[in-house]
């Protein structure tokens, strides 16, 4: 580690340090880029939330379900992005256990895709299968089974968060009301990667009015259901067990709603719709049965158009020439997206940095 930093120093003509990179926001995005960067960069991230708080609303990672589960309406960009992702964390399940993230299996229900060709991920996913028409729920029109990979949010963004302090990285707890105050904190940055969030909306000189808030409320609650269920199209809904004994079941997305209070009367409504997906027995008939553990609100950070990963020099004053790699916009699959979206991200700082940084 320190090896490669010290040839980076001397790329980059600076005597002692390596090039500043500066990442605001230590979500899982923001936490995957770092890792991605703090090999050969002299890494900052900069943030209001941090690893830890856990009761805060103002993030959406501790909150989420974590499940990996393909998107299939995208582009190819996209679906690498997906694919470097998977096979990132479906190795590092293996080779780190203790990181929180395990494998399992997964099936994936669609109520309104009917054309198999569509299904991009039916020959990538490890044991992939098509269920035949007497496997699926009534109104199901598709469905596949695979292996794929769940997280524990607050294991892996301790274990994050660890590898990257014992690299040297460096924690600031800010909160920014724009992008040029990131120069407050890291007074020679080279490279600024915002991996705000939601807090691309208002951030000042980036302001981006797609990033859309989507309110979604959950609920861990106790179940012996061990396979990752999910359904798409008219009913959304999903079970994801942690392999502990819990599982997240859910399938509430509310477009610009912001409330990060508890809504009672969905509780009903979350178990129906994971009761319409899932084995009988799997769950029970009503709330007052369920063991829930925990209830879960939280924020996703969408984005019209989809996840936003690309560079740009800012022409605006009191930012003029300040490059930036943009990093935000994955919704409520930020866990899904990261490992795939930090390796792009990765690719654009070196770029700046080593290459001639022109902005296509």
């Known amino acids: 580690m320190k090896e490669l930093k010290q040839l980076a120093s001397k790329l980059f003509l600076h005597p002692l340090m390596p090039p500043a990179v500066a990442i605001i926001g230590s979500g899982i995005t923001g936490l995957s880029v770092a890792l991605a960067l703090s090999r050969i960069y002299d890494v900052t991230i900069v ?44 190795k590092l399940a293996e080779t780190n256990p203790e990181c929180g993230l395990k494998r399992v299996k997964s099936i994936d229900y669609f109520d309104q895709v009917k054309d198999e060709s569509l299904v991009w991920y039916k020959d990538f996913m490890p044991g992939c299968r098509r269920l035949p028409s007497t496997e699926l729920p009534e109104s199901v029109t598709l469905g596949f089974e695979f292996q794929t ?12 968060k660890d590898r990257l302090s014992a690299s040297g990285t460096t924690f600031v707890r800010k909160e920014l009301s724009h992008i040029s105050e990131i120069k407050d904190v890291v007074p020679q940055v080279d490279v600024v990667v915002n991996a705000s969030g939601v807090g691309a909306k ?17 609920m861990l609650v106790r179940t012996k259901e061990t396979t990752v269920i999910c359904r798409s199209g008219d009913l959304f809904a999903y079970s994801i067990p942690r392999l502990d004994g819990s599982a997240i079941i859910g399938g509430i997305s509310q477009p610009g709603n912001t409330s990060t209070e508890l809504d009672p009367a969905l509780r009903t409504e979350i178990l129906r719709r994971v009761r319409l997906v899932t084995s009988p027995g799997a769950y029970p008939e009503k709330v007052e049965d369920l063991e829930i553990l925990q209830e879960i609100v939280g924020i996703r950070p969408g984005r019209i158009g989809g996840v936003r990963v690309e560079k740009e020099v800012l022409q605006t004053t009191p930012v003029v020439g300040m490059k930036v790699v943009h990093a935000y916009g994955v919704g409520g699959t930020g866990y899904k997206y990261s490992a795939g979206v930090s390796k792009r991200v990765a690719d654009y700082v070196d770029d700046f940095i080593y290459g001639d940084g022109v902005v296509l």
Do not use: C
């Open 47 to 90: 943030a209001r939330d941090l690893v830890g708080d856990n009761e805060s609303h103002g993030w959406a990672s501790p909150w989420a379900g974590a499940g990996w589960r393909p998107h299939i309406d995208t582009s190819d960009e996209d679906i690498e992005m997906q694919k470097a992702s998977f096979r990132y964390m479906w």
């Open 149 to 160: 990979v769940v997280a524990t949010p607050s294991i892996y963004l301790q274990w994050l």
């Open 202 to 218: 208002y951030l000042g000189g980036v302001e981006d009015e797609l990033v859309e808030e989507l309110r979604g409320q959950t």
